[in-house]
């Protein structure tokens, strides 16, 4: 229910901090339109009048203005609406006016707005302000002309009022907008919780270790947040996998440590307990104890740094950076010195080596030691034949396209065994193999060095008999 409730309270907080916004955005258009269309209509007036005013003074001038008889008969026949005309001197003293004959109790006009923008700027309005002389409202527009300014009125009508106001349709419009707008972001604010609603409930269950059904992925929309949300989940799922494997390998390598290491262990503490409890013991049976405790000391030895070394290419990966410096190297060289370094053994197993690759071979690697790692790969292969080939008489080593091919004509492997060859403690022949000293780990390092180099590795049968391995190395 607290995620129900958290999801909702995102999708509100999300839903009005943005639709507030565009309301905000919305008033704020709207007052402006407003205000813009009602100045625009304002202006036409204003024009109108200005229009007059100078009609007035281009048909009588200074002089016939000023003349009562003159100025009457225009007003009285240019009149628009019960218009009122008033010619004014740069002293706000009123000298015409054809609407109020008594000019001379008419007070100074001066200080009226319209006549201030008029003598300040040549014309000026002033809008629903009532006339102190004939107690009725009017819109003023006022022209200066020299030393006079004309000034006429029409009073606020019906009709009039209707004209000045700004029209309301766009309200409508952008109430109409605003609601489907709000409807669609209601919507998308929906499913942008929803999704984070699925993915909360996928880290709670994660975080309390519960069981995490699969529906949840499916619940997922087809779309962009969909995609992102699969993603989350995918990758959560594939590190909750890789840990598990991680953990899994771990255990499984320390029961067979454990189950490798008991054997030599009791063979030693046999043999010593032996000893210990014979003093009289012949002196080439103990010699012969004390032989086979080296052996089993040697083989624990060689287990123990197998297993050192292959933790520590477990641990490569996450171990160097993007940053680190890339070394470069040839691997020719280091094959043939495996190759140097085994040939008293491979020649007392009468196996001769074939080498089929060109003069230089030059890869990168991002580790500090490449040439002990590319080593490792070809010394185990060679160890992996001496030890498990049975009737090889040759081996041959080749590259070709990017690709290492290292195979043997001995007894093979049987196909069922092939895919777990790369396993660590796993053994064809399990008695036999440990009577011949393996570790079983020869082959699982050689495969964690070409992973570990960006590479892939296979098994697979010789034709004729045999074991083949192909593998590159891409680091």
Same mark, same amino acid.
Request: hydrophobic share 40%.
């Given at each position: 229910m607290a995620t129900v409730l958290r999801s909702k309270s995102f999708q509100r907080n999300l839903f009005f901090s943005i639709g507030g916004i565009f309301l905000l955005f919305a008033i704020c258009f709207s007052l402006y339109q407003y205000r813009r269309e009602k100045e625009y209509k304002i202006d036409i007036l204003h024009s109108r009048l200005q229009t007059y005013n100078y009609e007035?003074?281009?048909s009588l001038g200074d002089q016939g203005v000023l003349c009562d008889s003159l100025f009457e008969a225009y007003t009285q026949s240019h009149s628009i609406d019960r218009m009122r005309v008033t010619i004014i001197d740069t002293n706000g003293r009123v000298l015409q006016d054809n609407y109020y004959q008594a000019i001379d109790s008419l007070p100074n006009h001066l200080k009226r707005i319209e006549v201030q923008e008029a003598l300040a700027n040549g014309n000026g309005y002033d809008i629903k302000r009532t006339s102190e002389s004939t107690h009725e409202t009017y819109f003023y527009s006022a022209t200066r002309f020299g030393n006079l300014v004309v000034r006429s009125a029409v009073p606020y009508s019906a009709e009039l009022t209707e004209s000045l106001k700004a029209d309301n349709t766009f309200f409508y419009f952008t109430i109409?907008?605003?609601?489907?707008?709000?409807?669609?972001?209601?919507?998308?604010?929906?499913?942008?919780?929803?999704? +984070?609603?699925?993915?909360?409930?996928?880290?709670?269950?994660?975080?309390?270790?519960?069981?995490?059904?699969h529906e949840l992925e499916q619940r997922l929309p087809d779309d962009e947040l969909g995609e992102i949300?699969?993603? +989350?989940i995918t990758l959560y799922w594939k590190l909750r996998h890789s840990e598990e494997d991680k953990l899994r390998l771990k255990r499984?390598?320390?029961?067979?440590?454990?189950?490798?290491?008991?054997?030599?262990?009791?063979?030693?503490?046999?043999?010593?307990?032996?000893?210990?409890?014979n003093p009289d013991m012949p002196q080439d049976k103990r010699q012969h104890f004390l032989e086979r405790c080296y052996a089993q000391s040697e083989r624990m030895?060689?287990?123990?740094?197998?297993?050192?070394?292959?933790?520590?290419?477990?641990e490569m990966p996450a171990s160097f950076s993007e940053n680190r410096e890339i070394n470069n190297f040839d691997i020719v060289p280091i094959v043939y010195n495996v190759l140097e370094d085994t040939a008293l053994q491979l020649q007392e197993k009468g196996i001769k080596p074939i080498v089929e690759l060109p003069e230089s071979i030059l890869i990168s690697s991002p580790f500090a030691d490449p040439e002990s790692l590319i080593y490792s790969i070809f010394r185990n292969l060679v160890d992996n034949v001496l030890s498990h080939a049975t009737g090889a008489t040759s081996i041959r080593i080749s590259y070709n396209n990017g690709e290492f091919v290292f195979s043997d004509n001995g007894a093979g492997v049987a196909p069922l065994h092939l895919p777990y060859l790369f396993e660590r403690f796993y053994r064809v022949d399990k008695g036999r193999s440990?009577?011949?000293g393996g570790t079983g780990l020869g082959l699982a390092i050689v495969k964690n060095t070409v992973v570990a180099h960006s590479g892939t590795i296979t098994a697979l049968s010789t034709p004729g008999g045999g074991l083949t391995i192909k593998f590159t190395l891409q680091a």
């Open positions: 007035l003074m281009q109409a907008i605003t609601f489907l707008l709000s409807i669609v972001l209601y919507l998308n604010t929906r499913r942008i919780s929803r999704h +984070i609603r699925y993915l909360r409930e996928f880290a709670v269950k994660a975080e309390k270790g519960e069981e995490l059904d949300s699969h993603t +989350i499984q390598l320390t029961q067979n440590a454990a189950h490798e290491l008991k054997t030599p262990a009791a063979s030693i503490h046999g043999y010593l307990e032996s000893i210990l409890d030895s060689k287990l123990l740094m197998d297993m050192s070394q292959l933790t520590r290419l477990d440990r009577k011949l």
